[in-house]
């Protein structure tokens, strides 16, 4: 029978834990070491980084003896699209303003999940962005433009 | 008779209307998050760290510290009514409490469970003040190698009492670690690990790994179940009162629970879900019918409850003498105090007693607050559970955005959040448990600082973290925690436990 390691939970767990470790320890590669009684920058990092590597070998090990399979879905709807309402929000802020923002942020989450109602959601948009509007701009006083450029 | 002086000052603090009314948001807003499912305590005060700048430091600290007990009591609400536990810590509430609901004594239940809560987070205040100026003085003697090896009990301890795999959440451990390297090294001014991103220079925001591992993966993860029915028992909330025989019967499993609590309180890194989960076994053995629970035992629920809401509070014994977090909450907390300028650490009481005695007298009162408001208003908690989560996750996302936004007015941290929210949904679902990832964030810079600083003391001798007693010590603790906890025995019993 075929072993699928990318279904072997901890065997991905323990690669996510290499990659981090060993890639901390590339990176710190020019970092200062220093002595013990001087550490320079580069000391922390790197032992740290030997310590996660080793870990995860360990870890990796274990899931190629269990071989637990990772559990429930990858979601990957709601995985793409929220980060994207985050981004959006993020660049509308620049360049819009507080309300296009929200609106947008609004909106985009929304289409993360597995109903899009489109009234619901227009209505939900109008009430969390008065109360936002209401509670952040008037209410604590945070220093953004409604819409920018008007 | 310090102790009363002290407490007498600390209720002057807390009766201002101003740290009042903050203790009062507190409690309500945490209460409401105890209440729905698919947010903590841990999203929300990461979500409302950055609007509590604008507020004096007492008051913003007893406002999260409302939100983190007042989620306690929101739980176990949810896990009588509706056999839904709002919060992990209400998961053995569900056991007896919702039976009792189906027998039509909702009512005492939720009694039970409001004045069992009440009654340990008293005795708590009473802890707390009692132990903490000692504890202080006696932190305030440590030096770089105690610092250090109490950090690592600390982490060592938090990753190896938490849920799951001990290895995997060492590892996060050094994850936290790792991430909190980020940004210009102290000693040499040197920016490590930034990428060339100007942004990175200054570290990651501790807002922005909070939020996005916390609130944004909580909620991909969430929206990836199944959206399922529940059946909730609005109807049957008649006659709140206990019986005087409920009473009897509830009065010793509270103050065992309540002793239970405060005992896994202050160790670090035990969530309350053990202290809930120890109280009830150990009120099953002591029962004379062992089989009425399961079937709607009070005492089943009256223990459990005192001792979740005793171990959130004895959390903040550690917290706020030492400036180590006991729990990703905690470190939460300490990072709102960072924020406000307070250096965290046994100077705080001695330095800011406004701050430390104004927090414990705000427990007790918001205490109080939570039993007058919550009984009234269980009908619109209720009510609360018949909302959607499509239309609730929209609005974290929301509070969270803002909340990013505002700490540093950047983008930048905006996105990064996202990105934190797609690791921390991969982690999640790796089962590389985020919590002591947290903590070793928080801890980071502080441990690399100490281990530094200890090292130059001792002229490069790492024995130096062996041979002062008190540091000694927390070594032997550290290997201590280990070695039980890798014992087979404990380990069968803990995989129970934890689940």
Same mark, same amino acid.
């Given at each position: 029978?075929?072993?699928?390691?990318?279904?072997?939970?901890?065997?991905?767990?323990?690669?996510?834990?290499? *990659?981090?470790?060993?890639?901390?320890?590339?990176?710190?590669?020019?970092?200062?070491?220093?002595?013990?009684?001087?550490?320079?920058?580069?000391?922390?990092?790197?032992?740290?980084?030997?310590?996660?590597?080793?870990?995860?070998?360990?870890?990796?090990?274990?899931?190629?003896?269990?071989?637990?399979?990772?559990?429930?879905?990858?979601?990957?709807?709601?995985?793409?699209?929220?980060?994207?309402?985050?981004?959006?929000?993020?660049?509308?802020?620049?360049?819009?303003?507080?309300?296009?923002?929200?609106?947008?942020?609004? !909106?985009?989450?929304?289409?993360?999940?597995?109903?899009?109602?489109?009234?619901?959601?227009?209505?939900?948009?109008?009430?969390?962005?008065?109360?936002?509007?209401?509670?952040?701009?008037?209410?604590?006083?945070?220093?953004?433009?409604?819409?920018?450029?008007? | 008779?310090?102790?009363?002086?002290?407490?007498?000052?600390?209720?002057?603090?807390?009766?201002?209307?101003?740290?009042?009314?903050?203790?009062?948001?507190?409690?309500?807003?945490?209460?409401?998050? %105890?209440?729905?499912?698919?947010?903590?305590?841990?999203?929300?005060?990461?979500?409302?760290?950055?609007?509590?700048?604008?507020?004096?430091?007492?008051?913003?600290?007893?406002?999260?510290? @409302?939100?983190?007990?007042?989620?306690?009591?929101?739980?176990?609400?949810?896990?009588?009514?509706?056999?839904?536990? @709002?919060?992990?810590?209400?998961?053995?509430?569900?056991?007896?409490?919702?039976?009792?609901?189906?027998?039509?004594?909702?009512?005492?239940?939720?009694?039970?469970?409001? /004045?069992?809560?009440?009654?340990?987070?008293?005795?708590? #205040?009473?802890?707390?003040?009692? !132990?903490?100026?000692?504890?202080?003085?006696?932190?305030?003697?440590?030096?770089?190698?105690?610092?250090?090896?109490?950090?690592?009990?600390?982490?060592?301890?938090? $990753?190896?009492?938490?849920?799951?795999?001990?290895?995997?959440?060492?590892?996060?451990?050094?994850?936290?670690?790792?991430? &909190?390297?980020?940004?210009?090294?102290?000693?040499?001014?040197?920016?490590?690990?930034?990428?060339?991103?100007?942004?990175?220079?200054?570290?990651?925001?501790? *807002? =922005? /790994?909070?939020?996005?591992?916390?609130?944004?993966?909580?909620?991909?993860?969430?929206?990836?179940?199944?959206?399922?029915?529940?059946?909730?028992?609005?109807?049957?909330?008649? &006659?709140?009162?206990?019986?005087?025989?409920?009473?009897?019967?509830?009065?010793?499993?509270?103050?065992?629970?309540?002793?239970?609590?405060?005992?896994?309180?202050?160790?670090?890194?035990?969530?309350?879900?053990?202290?809930?989960?120890?109280?009830?076994?150990?009120?099953?053995?002591?029962?004379?019918?062992?089989?009425?629970?399961?079937?709607?035992?009070?005492?089943?629920?009256? &223990?459990?409850?005192?001792?979740?809401?005793?171990?959130?509070?004895?959390?903040?014994?550690?917290?706020?003498?030492?400036?180590?977090?006991?729990?990703?909450?905690?470190?939460?907390?300490?990072?709102?105090? #960072?924020?406000?300028?307070?250096?965290?650490?046994?100077?705080?009481?001695?330095?800011?007693?406004?701050?430390?005695?104004?927090?414990?007298?705000?427990?007790?009162?918001?205490?109080?607050?939570?039993?007058?408001?919550?009984?009234?208003?269980?009908?619109?908690?209720?009510?609360?559970?018949?909302?959607?989560?499509?239309?609730?996750?929209?609005?974290?996302?929301?509070?969270?955005?803002?909340?990013?936004?505002? *700490?540093?007015?950047?983008?930048?941290? *905006?996105?990064?959040?996202?990105?934190?929210?797609?690791?921390?949904?991969?982690?999640?679902?790796?089962?590389?448990?985020?919590?002591?990832?947290?903590?070793?964030?928080?801890?980071?810079?502080?441990?690399?600082?100490?281990?530094?600083?200890?090292?130059?003391?001792?002229?490069?001798?790492?024995?130096? !973290? !062996?041979?002062?007693?008190?540091?000694? %010590?927390?070594?032997?603790? #550290?290997?201590?925690?280990?070695? =039980?906890?890798?014992?087979?025995?404990?380990?069968?019993?803990? $995989?129970?436990? #934890?689940?």
């Amino acid at each position: 029978m075929k072993v699928n390691l990318l279904d072997n939970r901890d065997f991905l767990a323990g690669l996510m834990l290499i *990659v981090t470790g060993g890639g901390g320890m590339f990176l710190a590669r020019d970092y200062p070491m220093g002595s013990a009684l001087r550490m320079g920058p580069g000391y922390f990092p790197i032992v740290l980084g030997g310590i996660m590597a080793a870990f995860g070998i360990y870890v990796m090990v274990q899931g190629l003896i269990k071989k637990e399979k990772v559990q429930g879905t990858w979601s990957l709807r709601a995985l793409i699209i929220l980060p994207i309402a985050a981004v959006v929000f993020g660049f509308l802020m620049e360049e819009l303003g507080f309300i296009p923002a929200l609106v947008a942020l609004i !909106f985009v989450s929304a289409a993360a999940g597995d109903q899009f109602k489109w009234i619901e959601v227009v209505v939900m948009a109008i009430v969390l962005t008065a109360c936002s509007t209401g509670l952040f701009i008037y209410g604590l006083g945070l220093p953004y433009p409604l819409f920018k450029g008007m | 008779m310090e102790l009363f002086n002290n407490l007498i000052f600390g209720f002057s603090v807390a009766l201002s209307w101003q740290n009042l009314w903050f203790c009062f948001i507190g409690v309500f807003l945490g209460t409401l998050i %105890g209440v729905l499912p698919g947010i903590g305590p841990l999203a929300t005060i990461a979500m409302l760290l950055p609007i509590t700048f604008n507020v004096p430091p007492v008051a913003a600290i007893i406002m999260l510290a @409302g939100i983190y007990y007042g989620a306690q009591y929101g739980g176990s609400t949810t896990a009588i009514l509706v056999n839904l536990p @709002g919060e992990v810590s209400a998961v053995v509430t569900c056991l007896d409490g919702y039976q009792m609901a189906r027998q039509g004594r909702a009512g005492p239940a939720l009694a039970i469970a409001a /004045i069992g809560s009440f009654i340990a987070g008293s005795i708590c #205040t009473v802890i707390i003040a009692m !132990f903490g100026p000692p504890l202080a003085e006696v932190a305030l003697k440590f030096g770089a190698p105690e610092y250090f090896s109490l950090m690592l009990m600390g982490l060592v301890a938090a $990753a190896v009492l938490a849920h799951g795999d001990m290895i995997k959440s060492l590892s996060m451990v050094a994850m936290g670690l790792l991430l &909190g390297i980020v940004g210009t090294d102290v000693n040499s001014g040197m920016a490590r690990f930034s990428f060339g991103f100007s942004e990175l220079t200054d570290g990651i925001g501790f *807002v =922005v /790994i909070a939020v996005g591992v916390f609130a944004i993966s909580e909620i991909v993860s969430n929206l990836s179940e199944k959206t399922e029915d529940r059946e909730v028992f609005t109807s049957k909330v008649t &006659g709140l009162f206990p019986t005087w025989k409920d009473f009897k019967q509830s009065l010793g499993p509270i103050l065992r629970g309540t002793a239970i609590g405060s005992f896994f309180g202050v160790l670090p890194g035990t969530g309350p879900a053990i202290a809930s989960f120890s109280s009830y076994m150990l009120e099953k053995k002591l029962a004379k019918d062992p089989d009425r629970f399961g079937k709607g035992a009070i005492e089943g629920v009256a &223990g459990p409850e005192s001792a979740n809401n005793a171990d959130a509070q004895c959390k903040f014994i550690p917290t706020l003498t030492l400036g180590i977090p006991a729990s990703a909450v905690m470190a939460l907390i300490l990072g709102a105090l #960072t924020i406000q300028g307070i250096a965290p650490g046994p100077q705080v009481m001695t330095q800011k007693p406004d701050l430390f005695w104004g927090l414990v007298a705000s427990m007790w009162i918001g205490n109080t607050m939570l039993l007058v408001l919550n009984l009234p208003l269980i009908g619109l908690w209720v009510s609360l559970l018949k909302v959607p989560y499509r239309l609730l996750f929209p609005a974290i996302i929301v509070f969270s955005g803002i909340g990013i936004y505002s *700490v540093n007015n950047s983008s930048f941290d *905006v996105y990064l959040a996202a990105i934190f929210g797609v690791i921390g949904f991969v982690w999640l679902r790796l089962e590389c448990a985020p919590a002591p990832m947290l903590l070793g964030f928080v801890l980071g810079p502080l441990m690399e600082e100490n281990l530094r600083r200890a090292l130059l003391i001792s002229r490069g001798d790492p024995t130096v !973290f !062996f041979t002062r007693p008190i540091s000694l %010590g927390f070594m032997i603790a #550290t290997a201590l925690i280990v070695i =039980v906890m890798a014992a087979p025995a404990v380990k069968k019993r803990r $995989a129970e436990i #934890t689940g």
